[in-house]
């Protein structure tokens, strides 16, 4: 009697290691869909599928892309049913359809931590920054005094974590396998960072920076996440040290009573619960900073492979990215369908968007959007148009967004690295109609 077991493997499995193959095994497929194959995806997926022919072989219908897990969402008093991405620690994600807002609600807010959160202020005026280093005159301010010498300024400003759209990647990267929803773009209340540093009189030698909060590690061996960045983001008008969150004080879970925000760069420069800022002659050394920590390959290397990160490069801007909002994923449309008016946001890190377009037959066709400009610089855009639908039946919306340089998001994510860093390609939203 044999031992040996059968190994079933998932649809999504069998995609990721062989598409060409999986279209053989799961839809008896040969090149274009038609027939059987065509009959046998239809019936999976709930409906006929109008553009069948167009749709590339060895992909895997996006309505099925996502496993059969059903994901898990938050409880959280104060919070929206953000989808659950780690409990220890605490991470979760945004679904896209709830970041319709053109300025992010704190309940919609995703969450990213690195360690344990700390306990809330005593008295949150009396909380104590300190800015130290390569300064001619250390200073220790107060968040009151920190309001009442410099001048407030309200921008909205979005926020990425670093590993947003990390599940694009194949093979799977280490971290949490976020989709788009790493992302918001709250109106923020603070003050300038430079306004301080020159209050602390910066000397020649100040070329970076290194932040420092009161979150620890899970281990309680010294800090959560210590990271910095060069001189010249930290001299830029929207860096700022945020006092207030959509003209409220700012939530505990989200770096109460002061943060950093970092607009465009990758979300771990925005320190929470924030502390201690230094200058520094040499790039920072701090927790998250250097191997592969979000640091990204200056040259493709095999995807999958081991890594030091020896010849990486830290992560600044981030890639240009969209959201689609008006819809969510596997929704069902009336049966008459024609028309369908769409919307979302899309942002560029430093950049702006100068388009934005989708499809509905796979990539054979793609259409313009109408795409708004920021309301201030390091904010996200607007996009809206109509799409036409000729029929009943299963489709996919493509919406891909191009940056002010002329970089659209890719069909496949790109620049595989062992941590997820950068991956931004074309997003698929699946619809069904009738």
């Known amino acids: 009697?044999?031992?040996?077991?059968?190994?079933?493997?998932?649809?999504?499995?069998?995609?990721?290691?062989?598409?060409?193959?999986?279209?053989?095994?799961?839809?008896?497929?040969?090149?274009?869909?038609?027939?059987?194959?065509?009959?046998?995806?239809?019936?999976?997926?709930?409906?006929?599928?109008?553009?069948?022919?167009?749709?590339?072989?060895?992909?895997?219908?996006?309505?099925?892309?996502?496993?059969?897990?059903?994901?898990?969402?938050?409880?959280?008093?104060?919070?929206?049913?953000?989808?659950?991405?780690?409990?220890?620690?605490?991470?979760?994600?945004?679904?896209?359809?709830?970041?319709?807002?053109?300025?992010?609600?704190?309940?919609?807010?995703?969450?990213?931590?690195?360690?344990?959160?700390?306990?809330?202020?005593?008295?949150?005026?009396?909380?104590?920054?300190?800015?130290?280093?390569?300064?001619?005159?250390?200073?220790?301010?107060?968040?009151?005094?920190?309001?009442?010498?410099?001048?407030?300024?309200?921008?909205?400003?979005?926020?990425?974590?670093?590993?947003?759209?990390?599940?694009?990647?194949?093979?799977?990267?280490?971290?949490?396998?976020?989709?788009?929803?790493?992302?918001?773009?709250?109106?923020?209340?603070?003050?300038?960072?430079?306004?301080?540093?020159?209050?602390?009189?910066?000397?020649?030698?100040?070329?970076?920076?290194?932040?420092?909060?009161?979150?620890?590690?899970?281990?309680?061996?010294?800090?959560?996440?210590?990271?910095?960045?060069?001189?010249?983001?930290?001299?830029?008008?929207?860096?700022?040290?945020?006092?207030?969150?959509?003209?409220?004080?700012?939530?505990?879970?989200?770096?109460?009573p002061v943060r950093m925000i970092v607009p465009g760069w990758p979300g771990s420069l925005s320190q929470k619960w924030f502390t201690r800022i230094e200058l520094k002659a040499e790039p920072h050394r701090g927790r998250g900073m250097g191997g592969t920590s979000y640091r990204e390959p200056v040259r493709p290397i095999v995807p999958g492979s081991r890594n030091t990160g020896a010849d990486f490069v830290d992560m600044e801007s981030m890639p240009v990215r969209s959201v689609l909002t008006s819809h969510a994923h596997g929704a069902r449309l009336p049966a008459g369908t024609r028309g369908l008016d769409i919307r979302g946001q899309a942002w560029a890190g430093d950049l702006t968007v100068s388009a934005v377009h989708v499809s509905v037959d796979f990539g054979q066709s793609w259409h313009a959007m109408t795409v708004n400009p920021p309301p201030n610089h390091h904010a996200w855009q607007r996009w809206t148009g109509r799409i036409a639908l000729p029929s009943d039946g299963y489709f996919e919306i493509w919406y891909r967004a191009t940056d002010s340089r002329g970089r659209m998001q890719p069909h496949a994510a790109a620049n595989w690295n062992p941590q997820g860093y950068g991956a931004n390609p074309i997003s698929r939203v699946a619809i069904l109609v009738g």
């Open 1 to 256: 009697m044999s031992n040996r077991r059968t190994v079933e493997r998932s649809v999504q499995e069998l995609y990721r290691d062989d598409p060409e193959r999986a279209d053989a095994l799961v839809w008896g497929r040969r090149g274009t869909l038609k027939g059987a194959a065509l009959a046998a995806m239809g019936a999976t997926l709930g409906g006929s599928i109008p553009f069948a022919r167009s749709m590339p072989s060895g992909l895997l219908p996006a309505a099925l892309a996502q496993g059969s897990d059903a994901p898990q969402f938050l409880q959280m008093e104060g919070k929206a049913r953000l989808i659950m991405q780690g409990a220890r620690p605490l991470n979760a994600e945004t679904p896209e359809s709830l970041l319709d807002d053109d300025v992010t609600p704190a309940d919609k807010f995703f969450i990213r931590n690195n360690g344990s959160v700390p306990e809330p202020a005593a008295d949150p005026r009396a909380w104590k920054i300190r800015v130290d280093g390569e300064v001619n005159t250390p200073l220790e301010l107060s968040l009151g005094e920190l309001e009442g010498r410099f001048e407030l300024v309200t921008r909205r400003l979005q926020m990425e974590c670093g590993g947003n759209g990390r599940s694009g990647f194949t093979p799977q990267a280490a971290g949490n396998q976020w989709g788009n929803g790493a992302i918001s773009c709250a109106e923020w209340t603070g003050v300038r960072l430079r306004d301080v540093l020159r209050a602390a009189g910066l000397k020649d030698s100040a070329k970076f920076t290194g932040h420092h909060g009161a979150d620890s590690h899970l281990s309680a061996q010294g800090p959560a996440i210590s990271r910095g960045m060069r001189i010249e983001k930290a001299m830029e008008e929207d860096t700022i040290i945020a006092i207030r969150m959509n003209g409220q004080p700012i939530p505990q879970m989200h770096g109460a």
